[in-house]
């Protein structure tokens, strides 16, 4: 048995010739909040609609809580709480009746209603018809509806989605204390990286179907840290005395760009330099912030 | 599968549709008590006679797909059906609950008529004692045969997540029941024409497929029903929300 929550085998879904998701291998371990980042149309919701069995994967298995989706459908749900794109509603009854309708099927005990109507706080909403509800409203009912069945795993997709700024904070600290107060194992996705930047312990690129990052969050820190540039007066000679000391430098007009390091290790460079004779006109650090990277590996975000 | 009834009884019961489940009785009703009273050697006949055939011809198939689309509208309107496939419910359940309530929903229609009958029957003095055997069989055959329609129109209603588009299907389809069932060929084969066939089977001027034997229109009912349903259920089981 794996240790994984979620655990896909390329998984793969192609409708109509157009490959929608391609080989995705996606693994969520224990407790983790898993940032499932890609542009929009990327892939995302269809892979969160395999992993709930809405949909059937044209190849490839989905596992959950090591078990296969297909087989031990039920068994498996039973320990899921989601949200997918938007959020489900039945008009004509209140929230409070919407919850209580979930609750039969889940058969939770009735004072779970008013737990989880607490903690998206709708207690005072409640007893209103939801199609008068704001979009903030039901997606708060979305996710107390979520909730009802004290799930292990959440998947959420775009929770925030159209939400205001003051909702998407609500929205993201509710997520935080769910992983850090319950132990809850978490799978958010979004088109934005600065949204689940965050709150997610680990994240997973999906770029045209395809997986192209899956790390810890502190790994894409450190791909996305900035570089270190130095203007010096002759380059060639500064680049040979760098990589004389094993440090790998990229020459580009007039100047040297490093991966970026730490305080000792730049000091340490100049005073080489120093000894070199290298006059050091400039050192400058160019910052490219985690949201510019994920946009550089996704082709820009070219959906936009 | 308790607890999926319960569930949609609780979404059912808030919604208006219930109220429909009195028109075609009170109708009926109406209707018969506006009959002139004749001496007549089998007075609850002509009156069942009377009734049924507004009742079965036109409402009762009207009602099953009206039912069926109601049932499945708010799951289209508020993404209903993705929320309950990802609880720990099988499609199955579902499926079968929603068809047994549309089934509900036309029984109490029937029992509801039956009242309507009794009533009208006791304003206008009918003396002879109620034939239960005979009432009993129109009314019970009635909603027997409103099976396959149900359970075709549930099926459309599923899939298309339109609310007027399986509506209006049912309504074409019903409008020419009374042309069709002047065919002893294809009347019981009708599912529209089933419902009126098998509540007025019993009666002795038949005319059309009235003359089809009713052990025949069961066999034929019973046929078209388990195709309907498990084809709609199995296309729910693989539908793609």
């Given at each position: ?96 009746e ?12 009735k ?23 704001s ?19 959440l ?40 949204e ?33 540039s ?25 100047r ?8 000792e ?40 | ?36 009273v ?17 009742h ?79 009432l ?81 229109l ?24």
């Amino acid at each position: 048995m794996s240790a994984w929550i979620i655990e896909t085998d390329r998984l793969t879904k192609t409708v109509g010739g157009k490959t929608l998701v391609d080989g995705l291998n996606l693994t969520i371990g224990k407790g983790e909040v898993y940032g499932f980042l890609g542009p929009n149309g990327a892939g995302k919701t269809t892979t969160i609609r395999m992993l709930l069995g809405l949909i059937r994967p044209t190849r490839g298995k989905v596992r959950l809580f090591g078990q296969d989706l297909q087989r031990n459908r039920t068994a498996v749900l039973r320990k899921v709480g989601s949200l997918v794109e938007y959020p489900s509603y039945y008009g004509h009854l209140t929230g409070y009746e919407n919850l209580e309708a979930v609750r039969r099927l889940l058969d939770a005990p009735k004072s779970r209603i008013d737990e989880v109507l607490g903690v998206v706080r709708l207690t005072k909403g409640a007893g209103r018809p939801v199609k008068a509800y704001s979009l903030g409203m039901k997606q708060r009912l979305g996710i107390a509806t979520v909730l009802l069945g004290k799930p292990e795993l959440l998947i959420l997709d775009e929770p925030t989605n159209g939400l205001d700024p003051a909702g998407i904070l609500e929205i993201r600290e509710l997520i935080k204390s769910m992983a850090r107060d319950h132990g809850m194992t978490i799978l958010v996705s979004s088109h934005l990286l600065s949204e689940v930047d965050q709150m997610a312990t680990r994240v997973g690129i999906i770029h045209k179907g395809k997986m192209i990052f899956q790390d810890s969050i502190q790994a894409l820190r450190d791909r996305s840290r900035g570089r270190i540039s130095l203007t010096v007066d002759r380059t060639e000679e500064a680049w040979k005395a760098l990589l004389g000391s094993g440090i790998r430098a990229e020459a580009a007009d007039g100047r040297l760009l490093v991966e970026s390091l730490s305080d000792e290790k730049v000091a340490a460079i100049v005073r080489l330099l120093v000894r070199h004779d290298i006059a050091v006109y400039r050192i400058q650090e160019e910052k490219r912030s985690l949201e510019e990277h994920f946009l550089a590996l996704t082709d820009g975000g070219d959906s936009l | 599968m308790w607890r999926i009834f319960r569930s949609e009884l609780l979404k059912l019961r808030k919604s208006h549709i219930t109220l429909l489940v009195f028109v075609s009785p009170l109708l009926a009703s109406l209707l018969a008590l506006l009959e002139s009273v004749q001496e007549e050697a089998f007075p609850w006949h002509q009156l069942l006679a009377t009734m049924a055939l507004l009742h079965g011809l036109l409402f009762l198939p009207l009602l099953a797909g009206v039912f069926a689309a109601f049932i499945c509208r708010y799951e289209h309107a508020g993404g209903g059906w993705k929320q309950i496939f990802v609880l720990p419910v099988s499609r199955t359940g579902v499926y079968v609950v929603k068809f047994g309530l549309v089934m509900g929903l036309l029984l109490a229609c029937q029992l509801l008529f039956l009242g309507g009958l009794l009533g009208v029957g006791m304003l206008k003095g009918i003396e002879a004692p109620v034939p239960w055997d005979m009432l009993g069989r129109s009314l019970l055959g009635g909603w027997v045969a409103c099976a396959p329609l149900a359970a075709l129109q549930l099926a459309v209603s599923t899939a298309w997540s339109s609310f007027a588009a399986p509506l209006a299907l049912n309504v074409i389809f019903t409008l020419p029941n009374i042309l069709v069932i002047n065919s002893e060929k294809f009347g019981p084969w009708y599912p529209w024409g089933q419902p009126v066939l098998a509540m007025l089977s019993g009666a002795q001027d038949g005319f059309g497929a009235f003359l089809v034997p009713p052990e025949t229109l069961l066999i034929v009912i019973a046929g078209g029903f388990a195709l309907f349903f498990a084809g709609g259920l199995l296309y729910f089981r693989r539908k793609a929300m």
